[in-house]
């Protein structure tokens, strides 16, 4: 089984819809995070978690929330989402004492029509 | 502003050459350099991560260089196989709440045989 899975791993949907994007990790580590990644473009980060009480804006936030809903999950969700959110998603994971994700995910390829 | 530029943007050598990636960057200050390798349609997975005091680390076949005072980085490949072909990123972390990271484009290879 994969580290770290995330759901669906693609998914077509219209402007305007409310979308969540899952991420659940077997690795045991504390900190976790949603990156976006466009064409020719470095992946962005959007938002991370230190700990299940910890959440913090990334570079990219603005028209994403996200739930740590336990140590091992981590979600995002789009409210109203928007052509321009359409891009490669990917969770990431890392522990404490390494600068940086270690682990990622397969991504969710999400398209917005 | 921190940035990381990556060159060449894409290569095409034969299975069984040597080849190498070079990553540049302005970020500061300084924490660590990783380079990933992301095949199509998979997260990156980490190949070495070096800090300020390192100038060299390898895995396998895949060899790192870090030169702090000119803030250059390079991958060096050595006897490329098929299975060599992917993206690698370059993603240097600063020394901040967090550990930002900023990520490189990329390098996209293509081993043919």
């Known amino acids: 089984d994969a580290d770290v899975t995330q759901t669906p791993r693609n998914r077509i949907t219209k402007t305007g819809k409310r979308i969540m994007l899952e991420c659940s990790q077997t690795k045991g580590h504390d900190r976790m995070y949603w990156y976006r990644q466009d064409p020719g473009l470095g992946l962005r980060l959007i938002y991370y978690?230190?700990?299940?009480?910890?959440?913090n804006k990334g570079e990219i936030s603005d028209g994403y929330s996200v739930s740590r809903q336990a140590q091992a999950k981590f979600s995002l969700s789009l409210e109203s989402a928007i052509p321009n959110q359409t891009a490669l998603y990917f969770c990431?994971?890392?522990?404490?004492?390494?600068?940086?994700?270690?682990?990622f995910g397969d991504g969710t390829r999400l398209s917005i029509l | 502003k921190n940035q990381v530029e990556q060159s060449p943007q894409s290569l095409i050598i034969l299975e069984g050459k040597n080849c190498t990636l070079q990553c540049n960057y302005t970020v500061s200050p300084f924490s660590n350099l990783r380079w990933y390798k992301q095949d199509t349609g998979r997260g990156p997975v980490s190949l070495t991560i070096?800090?300020?005091?390192?100038n060299t680390k390898s895995n396998g076949r895949y060899t790192a260089t870090l030169d702090a005072d000119t803030k250059q980085s390079s991958l060096h490949i050595t006897a490329s196989q098929l299975s060599d072909s992917a993206s690698y990123i370059c993603?240097?972390?600063?020394?901040?709440?967090?550990?930002?990271?900023?990520f490189g484009g990329g390098t996209r290879v293509l081993v043919k045989p």
């Open positions: 990431a994971t890392s522990d404490s004492w390494t600068g940086g994700p270690q682990h």
């Open positions: 993603v240097v972390s600063a020394q901040a709440a967090g550990n930002k990271l900023t």
């Open positions: 978690s230190f700990d299940v009480k910890d959440i």
């Open positions: 070096m800090t300020f005091s390192e």
